[in-house]
């Protein structure tokens, strides 16, 4: 029998899954944050040994029986990251062949029935991948405002914070967001909170997002606006992705992966409405498995065993066990 290995690594947990050359999952691991660039290499190799022995243990195996591995891995962005991420693979005590990937890759294969296509990842950070049939990558940086791509739920705080500065100056209109962001840091008005976020007293991040979805459902028109701008910036990091590998006049899906789209059609509408003009054939596909399933079907096409058909078999599976 033929085992493969699957590894989702993300800021605030790891993920390790196990499954069998039929599409049969036979084991998962959690553990701890295990982005490098939060934990270190030191501090991400621990987290994918802790996920990766739970794993081996639930799914009676040893590393040595592995036969492919895939990892797809936050804040791997660059092919300079590579040296280091293998050594932090090292400890695993793995002799199969592996694919390391950023972890949007991972959701790409998870959510795309050909296994190729884009992926945009929209949680607490933003990023987008896409490889085309002949396996060419593109992608964004991943790293957010920084470098103009939004957006994750953090780049949405930070702009809903700039409208309400824009309302207490007088250059831009009302919005509920103001009375809401005062409530949730314990600040008197819009003054004082913008005193307290100018001066580092407080810090608004991606935990207040869900605030915005909120009252752009309640009809506020500035949250409202917000909302599609998340969507438009979203696709604008697709699109890009998709003119790198040249995908424009093709059929193929866009792999929404992260809870920031949970927040539904608002947020979906405008992003799928940039895409298509850019990209007519292109189909969105909200993942509904887990990512590291993706994982595993990277481990697989190490050997060239991914297929379409066992991917649908790995993704019951993996449904039935989780059930």
């Known amino acids: 029998m033929l085992y493969f290995l699957g590894i989702d690594v993300g800021g605030t947990k790891t993920h390790a899954m196990i499954a069998d050359e039929s599409g049969q999952a036979c084991g998962f691991g959690l553990s701890g ?3 490098h660039e939060g934990v270190g290499y030191d501090g991400l190799s621990a987290a994918m040994q ?9 799914a009676g195996i040893t590393a040595k029986q592995i036969t492919g ?6 804040g791997f962005d660059w092919q300079s990251e590579l040296p280091p991420t ?3 693979i090292k400890p695993l005590g793995l002799s ?9 890759m991972i959701g790409l294969l998870a959510g795309a029935r050909e296994g190729w296509g884009a992926a945009v990842v929209a949680g607490t950070g933003c990023n987008c991948w896409g490889r085309n049939r002949q396996h060419k990558l593109g992608h ?9 791509e939004g957006a994750g739920a953090g780049e949405l705080v930070s702009e809903a ?3 309400v500065s824009r309302a207490w100056s007088m250059r831009g209109p009302a919005t509920r967001l103001t009375e809401e962001f005062c409530k949730l840091v314990g600040t008197k008005d ?3 909170l913008l005193e307290w976020i100018t001066l580092e007293q407080v810090y608004l991040d991606s935990e207040a997002a869900p605030i915005i979805f909120r009252l752009a459902e309640e009809g506020d028109a500035v949250a409202a606006d917000l909302i599609h701008w998340a969507g438009e910036a979203l696709a604008d990091l697709t699109i890009g992705v998709i003119h790198q590998i040249g995908i424009e006049n093709e059929q193929f899906e866009v792999v929404e992966v992260g809870s920031l789209f949970n927040g539904g059609p608002m947020l979906v509408d405008p992003m799928v409405a940039a895409i298509q003009k850019a990209a007519p054939g292109a189909r969105p596909v909200k993942l509904e498995v887990p990512p590291v399933l993706g994982g595993v079907l990277l481990g697989m096409e190490q050997i060239g065993l991914a297929t379409p058909a066992l991917r649908e078999k790995l993704i019951q599976s993996t449904l039935d066990r989780l059930a």
Not at 50 to 58: E, G, N, S, Y
Not at 96 to 104: H, T
């Open 96 to 104: 199969a062949p592996l694919g390391v990937v950023n972890d949007s």
């Open 86 to 88: 293998l050594e932090a």
């Open 33 to 35: 944050p295990g982005n």
């Open 190 to 192: 819009s003054e004082q």
């Open 140 to 148: 964004c940086t991943g790293m957010g405002g920084w470098m103009g």
């Open 69 to 74: 591995a895939g990892f797809g891995l936050g």
């Open 161 to 163: 914070v700039r409208r």
């Open 50 to 58: 802790a996920a990766t022995q739970t794993a081996l243990q639930r």
